[in-house]
């Protein structure tokens, strides 16, 4: 250390002690990362005194740490430095709940993101978003595991009670961004570089005991809907709407709504409400017609103060 450091250390006017590792934290598979937005950043004079300090940085530092120290003795745990931002950063403090603590979340985050059924221990869901409620007092946003634990905990909510068995049919890390129809994904896509995660909404195409399930989780926030038509491939084109349904002669077509998956043309393989089988006959060749819905070509870029505001919203609601 040198001469300037020491002195700046003995006069307490910045940070005896390093803040964590900027090295960002990606997902694994036996995990689910818990990242806690650093509340101090662009608030930095709620936590320390601007005098104390020989520039902004040392400030920001000194915040920072008093912020960490917070949420260590709040939950109890460890944490590592992450930026959860793309072009501008938003700084963040991640952990995590390992098979350490809960055994069988390797086995159960394999099973259900390689879309096969799960039949066994669907009550270990339950176990994992007891851990992860805790952490709803602060802003927080979560990793592709975190979202399906509370994207799971929603159908459970929905159907009252726990299902015999539960199929993922796809995942899609969509943009946050108010006003978008949401897609109901057909295919299970790989988790978004943690960097990103304040930009994702994560979206689940679930079945349980024959119900299809669409959900969306953007931090804390969870939105549900059960879809009632199958969606198949059919020429490149397909489609599925939610809400209320009418009885026509060629089986239930969904009215329209503002959550779709597909192009301007749909051949759907419909399910009647209920039942697990699909009745197809030549009369189930639907055309829904032209859809207009906005498209995201590229990564949304919000200024971070509106994506704070966004983000801290229900928070700062709540106190």
Same mark, same amino acid.
């Given at each position: 250390?040198?001469?300037?450091?020491?002195?700046?250390?003995?006069?307490?006017?910045?940070?005896?002690?390093?803040?964590?590792?900027?090295?960002?934290?990606?997902?694994?598979?036996?995990?689910?990362?818990?990242?806690?937005?650093?509340? &101090?950043?662009?608030?930095?004079?709620?936590?320390?005194?601007?005098?104390?300090?020989?520039?902004?940085?040392?400030?920001?530092?000194?915040? @920072?740490?008093?912020?960490?120290?917070?949420?260590? @003795?709040?939950?109890?745990?460890?944490?590592?430095?992450?930026?959860?931002?793309?072009?501008?950063?938003?700084?963040?403090?991640?952990?995590?709940?390992? &098979?350490?603590?809960?055994?069988?979340?390797?086995?159960?985050?394999?099973?259900?993101?390689?879309?096969?059924?799960?039949?066994?221990?669907?009550?270990?869901?339950?176990?994992?978003?007891?851990?992860? *409620?805790?952490?709803?007092? *602060?802003?927080?946003?979560?990793?592709?595991?975190?979202?399906?634990?509370?994207?799971?905990?929603?159908?459970?909510?929905?159907?009252?009670?726990?299902?015999?068995?539960?199929?993922?049919?796809?995942?899609?890390?969509?943009?946050?961004?108010?006003?978008?129809?949401?897609?109901?994904?057909?295919?299970?896509?790989?988790?978004?570089?943690?960097?990103?995660?304040?930009?994702?909404?994560?979206?689940?195409?679930?079945?349980?005991?024959?119900?299809?399930?669409?959900? @969306?989780?953007?931090?804390?926030?969870?939105?549900?809907?059960?879809?009632?038509?199958?969606?198949?491939?059919?020429?490149?084109?397909?489609?599925?709407?939610?809400?209320?349904?009418?009885?026509?002669?060629?089986?239930?077509?969904?009215?329209?709504?503002?959550?779709?998956?597909?192009?301007?043309?749909?051949?759907?393989?419909?399910?009647?409400?209920?039942?697990?089988?699909?009745? *197809?006959?030549?009369?189930?060749?639907?055309?829904?017609?032209?859809?207009?819905?906005?498209?995201?070509?590229?990564?949304?870029?919000?200024?971070?103060?509106?994506?704070?505001?966004?983000?801290?919203?229900?928070?700062?609601?709540? *106190?």
């Amino acid at each position: 250390m040198g001469f300037v450091e020491s002195i700046r250390k003995l006069l307490g006017i910045f940070p005896a002690e390093p803040l964590p590792s900027l090295r960002q934290r990606e997902e694994q598979p036996d995990e689910v990362l818990i990242f806690v937005v650093d509340e &101090s950043y662009d608030r930095i004079a709620e936590y320390v005194d601007w005098d104390e300090y020989v520039d902004e940085g040392a400030a920001e530092d000194a915040a @920072s740490k008093i912020f960490l120290s917070r949420i260590k @003795s709040e939950f109890d745990s460890e944490f590592d430095n992450a930026n959860i931002c793309p072009g501008a950063d938003l700084p963040a403090f991640v952990t995590a709940i390992t &098979s350490n603590v809960i055994p069988l979340i390797p086995w159960l985050m394999a099973v259900f993101f390689s879309g096969k059924p799960i039949v066994d221990n669907i009550e270990a869901w339950r176990t994992i978003i007891s851990k992860i *409620r805790p952490f709803f007092r *602060r802003t927080i946003i979560l990793n592709r595991n975190g979202a399906a634990v509370l994207a799971m905990d929603a159908v459970f909510e929905d159907m009252g009670g726990l299902p015999k068995k539960v199929v993922l049919h796809g995942y899609k890390p969509d943009y946050a961004c108010e006003d978008t129809a949401l897609f109901v994904p057909t295919e299970i896509e790989d988790p978004m570089p943690t960097l990103n995660l304040s930009r994702v909404k994560h979206v689940f195409h679930i079945e349980a005991d024959g119900i299809l399930f669409v959900v @969306s989780v953007e931090g804390t926030n969870v939105a549900a809907e059960r879809v009632y038509s199958r969606i198949v491939r059919s020429a490149g084109d397909y489609s599925s709407d939610i809400g209320e349904h009418r009885k026509t002669n060629v089986g239930w077509v969904p009215e329209a709504s503002n959550l779709h998956h597909g192009r301007t043309r749909a051949c759907c393989e419909l399910l009647v409400q209920g039942t697990a089988s699909a009745h *197809r006959t030549p009369t189930t060749e639907v055309n829904f017609g032209p859809f207009c819905f906005p498209v995201v070509a590229g990564m949304l870029a919000a200024p971070t103060a509106h994506l704070r505001a966004h983000l801290l919203a229900p928070t700062e609601a709540a *106190r």
